[in-house]
């Protein structure tokens, strides 16, 4: 049976007991215990005698104060009987006016109003932050703030996963182990205690979790790791033992602690090592938890982080975290697989074909992907059509990968034919080194920030492993662009600053991490960062001295020299076709993949070394 957390409720009742409390404190020791009730005879005769100061006339009353006291009361209150008071009050030169009539309940409403406002502006506002900052009662501040789940709550289940079935095969494990613990033990296996989920942001960990929690059918507790820190130390270590024993009590159960290494990061590291904070009291209770728990009683824990490397290794031993499941990018079946499941969502047109769709996309996870089919629908929608196309999901990508197109932004005549001659020098390279990935656009309208055109070639199938040629392909195709405008211009601009960058990381790659450099070895010479489970959590430097540091940097220059030679050959042969594309590319603004396979048949005429 669930256990109740046990929580501060207000009570009604004690806000009516105030509010008469009030109300009867005014009665007896406010203005009114100092008010003497008289006849209207007693107020004549007191107004010959002088003895009224000034009065307050209402409809039926009137309301006075004496000069002096009389019988200890300063004030009276007598009713109104004589029509012709105002005339007798001003012979007398008697102060007096006219009041608005005062009933019990706006006396009891002035009374009550401002302690009420103070009180309902405490309880809706000061206790919902006192409930953010954990300051919500001594005997709650401890509580877990896991939120539960059970059977379809999440409205998510394994259907709705896909790309990733490895990782998916192993919690479909999990799920059957609560529902059929004996089919496991039978043969004497055992469930592991802690599953990790490891992979980049947006895979699709946490879904997995809430697919879990959606086809397991027991109770799902599910936090964040940073909730389990808190301003007052202790409380986290608290919360960690308050999870587990709830969790226990309703078992068989599921744990969620998603970003674990806000909680799990390794001890001893950084500015105060060796401190004892409230984040290693936390660490150390939710090891001593995990230690101190048997999974034959039915409670799993799941976590997941796409910072693996900065974990404790404590948390990734056998008996803990044991099994360590990677949730990676989806290959091109698994992207197919994921935008299916989101195009159900969308009114799709009959003739997209999503394997195109998918090849188009290599590199993204199933976040980007949801994100593209989203904003594939909202292109669509933004030009009136009733079905989303596949002209739709190009936009879409393009949108993604090269920014927002900026037709507004003027470009000088000049300018625009530099950018021109840039964008076809790399498309004509890339057709000549690498024909089996068409290039899909060529645009000069700007995107992005600081994009005055851009050249889109993306691979048509997932790659795991390149040769030393294709690297050197890259980088002649990224610095196709400089070597345009110097032949056509005998000028360089700013414009060729991203592919210097990205075509010098290359040639830095192959020196320093891949070894294809003659000049340096097959020497791993890149700065080494930490490993998975390596208890040293910092970077480990290579010692380089000035000799080998001059070697890596003439080795680096060298390739990216041939590189730039090989793109100046290559375009010096199609010095004419170059030319006559940079003119359609400047007329037309962009030219499709239609509009470039004219140029690339004219291309495989041209003599090549």
């Known amino acids: 049976m669930a256990v109740m957390e046990k929580k501060h409720q207000f009570n009604f009742a004690y806000l009516v007991a105030a509010l008469w409390a009030i109300v009867l404190f005014q009665y007896w020791f406010g203005p009114a215990s100092q008010r003497a009730d008289i006849s209207y005879s007693q107020f004549e005769t007191y107004l010959q005698d002088g003895s009224i100061k000034q009065v307050a006339v209402d409809e039926h009353f009137i309301h006075g104060e004496f000069k002096q006291p009389i019988d200890g009361k300063s004030r009276f209150i007598t009713p109104r009987l004589e029509v012709a008071l105002a005339d007798k009050l001003a012979r007398h030169q008697v102060e007096y006016t006219g009041v608005v009539q005062d009933t019990f309940l706006s006396s009891v409403i002035s009374w009550v109003a401002p302690t009420l406002i103070f009180v309902l502006a405490w309880f809706f506002l000061f206790r919902k932050f006192a409930d953010k900052q954990g300051m919500n009662g001594l005997m709650s501040i401890g509580k877990s703030r896991a939120r539960v789940m059970v059977e379809k709550s999440t409205g998510v289940s394994f259907a709705d996963v896909a790309g990733v079935d490895e990782a998916k095969q192993e919690l479909v494990e999990v799920v059957q182990f609560l529902k059929e613990p004996e089919h496991f033990r039978r043969l004497g296996a055992r469930i592991p205690k802690g599953v990790l989920l490891v992979g980049p942001p947006g895979t699709g960990k946490t879904l997995l979790a809430r697919a879990v929690a959606g086809e397991a059918q027991v109770p799902f507790f599910s936090i964040s790791g940073s909730e389990f820190i808190e301003m007052f130390v202790g409380v986290g270590a608290a919360r960690v033992r308050d999870l587990f024993e709830q969790a226990k009590e309703q078992a068989p159960a599921i744990i969620f602690i998603d970003e674990l290494d806000a909680l799990g990061r390794a001890r001893g590291v950084g500015p105060v090592a060796g401190g004892h904070d409230e984040r290693e009291q936390t660490l150390n209770q939710l090891l001593a938890e ?71 996309t290599t590199g993204f996870t199933g976040a980007d992907l949801a994100n593209l089919v989203n904003e594939a629908a909202i292109v669509a929608t933004r030009r009136n059509a009733g079905k989303v196309t596949l002209d739709d999901f190009v936009s879409a990508i393009e949108r993604i990968v090269a920014g927002l197109e900026k037709r507004n932004r003027l470009i000088n005549p000049q300018e625009k034919s530099i950018v021109a001659h840039h964008e076809m020098g790399h498309a004509l390279v890339g057709m000549l080194l690498n024909p089996n990935q068409p290039i899909q656009k060529v645009s000069v309208i700007p995107r992005g920030i600081g994009a005055l055109g851009y050249t889109i070639q993306r691979p048509s199938e997932d790659r795991y492993l390149l040769s030393s040629q294709e690297l050197r392909d890259r980088m002649a195709i990224l610095l196709a662009g400089r070597a345009a405008e110097q032949l056509v211009f005998a000028e360089v601009t700013t414009g060729a600053a991203d592919d210097l960058a990205k075509a010098t990381d290359i040639a830095r790659a192959m020196v320093l991490r891949y070894g294809m450099s003659a000049e340096v070895g097959l020497q791993s010479l890149e700065m080494q960062q930490p490993l998975f489970l390596d208890n040293n959590q910092m970077p480990v430097h290579q010692e380089q001295g000035p000799e080998m540091a001059q070697k890596i940097s003439l080795a680096v220059g060298a390739l990216l020299d041939a590189a730039f030679a090989r793109a100046t050959e290559l375009l010096q042969q199609n010095m004419a076709l170059l030319r006559e594309a940079a003119l359609q590319l400047i007329k037309k603004e962009t030219l499709n993949e239609q509009d470039l396979k004219a140029f690339s048949n004219q291309l495989l005429k041209q003599p090549r070394q």
């Open 290 to 360: 995990m230690d101190g728990f048997n999974t034959a009683v039915g409670v799993i824990i799941l976590a997941a982080t796409n910072r693996p490397e900065i974990l404790d290794p404590a948390l990734l031993r056998a008996g803990r975290f044991d099994r360590q499941v990677l949730v990676d990018r989806p290959d091109k079946i698994g992207r197919e697989q994921i935008l299916r499941v989101h195009s159900k969502k969308i009114q799709l047109d009959a003739a997209v074909e999503l394997a195109t769709v998918a090849a188009l």
